[in-house]
């Protein structure tokens, strides 16, 4: 049998050493894998790259890690969010290196990667100060920007609905960038709302397919992040 | 007479036919929605994978999984669909969309944008930005004239880095509607008070006047809130 | 209002001229636009390029255009299946161009399309046959060959549900091409087995937003495609 | 004594470790499915997109939405997912999928495979047996050790176009599980009754003898249908 659960968060990022490249989905709070990342702090794991649509909030998960000082490096599109205040200290002291890429060449990246192609190329950015020493290349009368593939050790996703094959469900706004970065990491953890039987999320249903998906856990939502209409 | 941020928003709304697909930008591109006229069917798209997006949710009646580009709560209108940031910036980038309403700190007059990064920011950011202005059949820039310090934002070239060459399609602003086209900037309207001297009088670029180019029909106010002032 | 609806299939094809290229959805019969096709060969178009995985079946819908020799150019990835008779006689007399594409490659050019993307590399075929006259590349120790984006005049899709702005959601394997051609078309035209008022589609079943597609045509299953079991 | 069809398929069925995603070739390969035991958990993957796809189904319950690669009606099984063409072949290319098995018309002892274009055939179709081959972690082929006329089908070196360079990583044939390692073809089993020597008599490319080469352990009949004969 096929059993991808795991008791706890702790459990499920136990293996994660100091180093690893991270993949972190979610856009704001929808989606945002909060308590894998609290249990990576709690562990201490240090010298982390992150890749992420931001640079995180507060003092909480992304934001706590930052403040912590484990970042290295960031891989992001809008790392200036007003709330991200740990991560522009360590930028504007230089300890912390930042990859800068337009939001929909980094979800590009990421899907190049789980895809399994070797890069491609983008009109987006071509000819701005974000294409600098970029390949670029005239197809059909238009200029592209060439861009690679974007993988990572780990990628930490969060889902609303889970089975123990892995297959997820999000709901409402949570796919964002946890569809792509579930298929473009060694390994894929995520934290689900819900953990329903197999055959609890219809074929129909299911946004990312359990072939994609290492590592479940089971965990209710962080008070933070209240549902206040009902769950579908 | 100048428009307000919701006259300019009004302006924008006018103009936009039944059956587009737009994605707002923050700032005055959010206020647009707001002045639909009930006769026209719009969807909204947001980055994060989002089309059909209502307004922002009443107080109580947030979802915590529903946010917009800009991390307000929002709502959906019947007929809207959800999906991922790839589909999302497919829809972007492959000129699926038919508006992007985006702020700007500068427009040249060959329709170069910048608005991704402002002079004194230390910690940059682009988000999505780029993507619209390459990917989005129509760009349209909704902004002040002149800054706080009274420069013209609309000029010959743009100082700033770049968001995209060539991408800016109109630009609607608290004192004039301009074009861009490949003859360079094309005043149509200017606001209610003004005429095209005083208009080119703020603006770097050289303007040329449309045939028909008039004063903006915007009234002073809607339910209150003024739209020009 | 927004009314992408049409009342017949002869309507909603009237508009495609000879000579257009045509992306053709469906694998096998699951999401095969037949009736879309029928109405275009009542209409006698011809001189058309299809993009589509197989070469049409027996003398209906594809298989039926071609032998009525209206196509000059197919582009696909397995043309030799055994009911595709019209199109092997009629390529082995040299009467029709066939462009020959990896089956996950023919799927990506479409979707670069779709994407707004200039052409991407692919490890598929890199060194075979498939592969001669094309740019490679090693990219980080492996081969790739460089591909580019392939587009169309129209894309005939079937899907299960449809509403009048064009929302689809599709049943079981009716997926296959058709959500990728509905985005890299100027015009796609979708015929469905059901019409839906707005709203009866939820947003989290969407496969296919309005967005990409111009006309819905509602028109009950052909005959030969019984629904044995019953529908969603 | 030979493997039957349905004995070679039990041979790669008794290999397919627990929890492994497969695609499954005509012919051969679709067998396999009926010889797993209940104690392993598999889901199977059909290029059309689906995953965890079932049996064939029974006559009278087909559904008209639902066929493999093959156009066979089939059924799903629990946990299953529906998806389209553009994800189906990024499980594939992206090696997500750990099983291809495949039919062969040649192997080289590189692990060259050739299936796609037959010495006679006409006209040329590749479905996705390229994107399997170039793809996916382990490319198994079932075959027939040697052609309907005796010759050797495991080669020096292909004759045929390729479907993939150096991708096959084990062969299945009525006679041998032959591996193929970085020093060439490795023998690991032999049909009862046969010895190393007897299989490289019907091997064009060299083949090393494994220390623990043995017999291989297939019963001669499973519910009446013959796996060896």
């Known amino acids: 049998m096929?059993?991808?659960?795991?008791?706890?968060?702790?459990?499920?990022?136990?293996?994660?050493p100091d180093g690893?490249?991270?993949?972190?989905?979610?856009?704001?709070?929808?989606?945002?894998?909060?308590?894998?990342?609290?249990?990576?702090?709690?562990?201490?794991?240090?010298?982390?790259?992150?890749?992420?649509?931001?640079?995180?909030?507060?003092?909480?998960?992304?934001?706590?890690?930052?403040?912590d000082g484990r970042i290295r490096k960031l891989t992001a599109s809008f790392p200036c969010n007003p709330g991200a205040i740990a991560f522009q200290e360590l930028y504007l002291?230089?300890?912390?290196?930042?990859?800068?890429?337009?939001?929909?060449?980094?979800?590009?990246?990421?899907?190049?990667?789980?895809?399994?192609?070797?890069?491609?190329?983008?009109?987006?950015?071509?000819?701005?100060?974000?294409?600098?020493?970029?390949?670029?290349?005239?197809?059909?009368?238009?200029?592209?920007?060439?861009?690679?593939?974007?993988?990572?050790d780990f990628a930490f996703i969060r889902a609303h609905r889970g089975d123990r094959l892995g297959n997820l469900a999000f709901r409402k706004a949570m796919r964002n960038f946890n569809m792509v970065m579930a298929t473009a990491a060694e390994m894929t953890i995520a934290e689900v709302d819900k953990l329903v039987?197999?055959?609890?999320?219809?074929?129909?249903?299911?946004?990312?397919?359990?072939?994609?998906?290492?590592?479940?856990?089971?965990i209710a939502r962080h008070p933070k992040l209240v549902e206040i209409t009902g769950p579908k | 007479m100048k428009l307000t941020r919701d006259g300019i928003a009004y302006r924008v709304a006018c103009d936009l036919p039944n059956g587009s697909y737009v994605n707002l930008g923050i700032g005055i591109p959010?206020?647009?929605?707001?002045?639909?006229?009930?006769?026209?069917?719009?969807?909204?798209?947001?980055?994060?994978?989002?089309?059909?997006?209502?307004?922002?949710?009443a107080p109580g009646t947030e979802d915590v999984d529903l946010v917009n580009a800009g991390k307000e709560f929002v709502t959906m209108l019947p007929g809207g669909a959800f999906f991922d940031h790839s589909l999302s910036f497919s829809?972007?980038?492959?000129?699926?969309?038919?508006?992007?309403?985006?702020?700007?700190?500068?427009?040249?007059?060959?329709?170069?944008?910048?608005?991704?990064?402002?002079?004194?920011?230390?910690?940059?950011?682009?988000?999505?930005?780029?993507?619209?202005a390459f990917g989005v059949k129509n760009v349209w820039v909704t902004m002040t004239h002149v800054t706080n310090k009274g420069k013209p934002k609309i000029l010959?070239?743009?100082?700033?880095?770049?968001?995209?060459?060539?991408?800016?399609?109109?630009?609607?602003?608290?004192?004039?509607?301009?074009?861009?086209?490949?003859?360079?900037?094309l005043l149509r309207e200017f606001a209610p008070g003004l005429d095209p001297a005083a208009v080119q009088a703020q603006t770097e670029a050289p303007l040329r006047i449309a045939s028909d180019c008039s004063a903006m029909n915007v009234p002073e106010n809607i339910k209150g809130v003024p739209l020009a002032a």
């Not at chain 1, 096929?2 to 994660?16: L, Y």
């Not at chain 1, 993949?23 to 010298?47: I, S, V, Y």
């Not at chain 1, 000819?127 to 861009?147: H, Q």
Request: glycine residues 16%; hydrophobic residues 40%.
């Open chain 2, 156 to 185: 010959k070239a743009c100082t700033l880095p770049l968001t995209g060459p060539r991408c800016v399609k109109r630009i609607y602003t608290d004192l004039a509607l301009i074009e861009v086209t490949p003859e360079g900037l």
């Open chain 2, 30 to 57: 959010t206020i647009v929605s707001s002045y639909l006229t009930p006769d026209k069917e719009i969807l909204f798209h947001s980055e994060n994978g989002i089309l059909g997006m209502g307004p922002v949710a």
């Open chain 1, 2 to 16: 096929i059993d991808k659960t795991f008791k706890s968060c702790e459990e499920a990022v136990a293996c994660v």
């Open chain 1, 197 to 218: 039987p197999v055959g609890g999320i219809d074929p129909e249903d299911v946004h990312t397919p359990g072939i994609f998906v290492d590592r479940v856990v089971h």
């Open chain 1, 93 to 152: 002291k230089g300890q912390v290196e930042l990859e800068l890429v337009p939001q929909g060449t980094l979800a590009e990246r990421i899907r190049a990667a789980g895809a399994g192609l070797g890069g491609f190329f983008t009109p987006t950015a071509a000819g701005t100060e974000l294409a600098k020493g970029k390949e670029s290349r005239v197809i059909d009368g238009r200029e592209y920007v060439f861009e690679k593939p974007l993988r990572a």
């Open chain 2, 91 to 132: 829809m972007i980038r492959g000129g699926h969309l038919t508006h992007s309403i985006l702020g700007a700190l500068e427009v040249a007059g060959n329709g170069d944008l910048a608005n991704w990064r402002t002079p004194g920011e230390k910690v940059p950011g682009v988000g999505g930005a780029m993507d619209l």
């Open chain 1, 20 to 67: 690893a490249t991270i993949m972190l989905g979610g856009f704001g709070d929808p989606g945002l894998p909060g308590r894998l990342l609290e249990a990576l702090r709690q562990k201490g794991t240090k010298n982390l790259a992150i890749i992420h649509n931001g640079a995180g909030a507060g003092d909480w998960a992304l934001g706590g890690l930052i403040k």
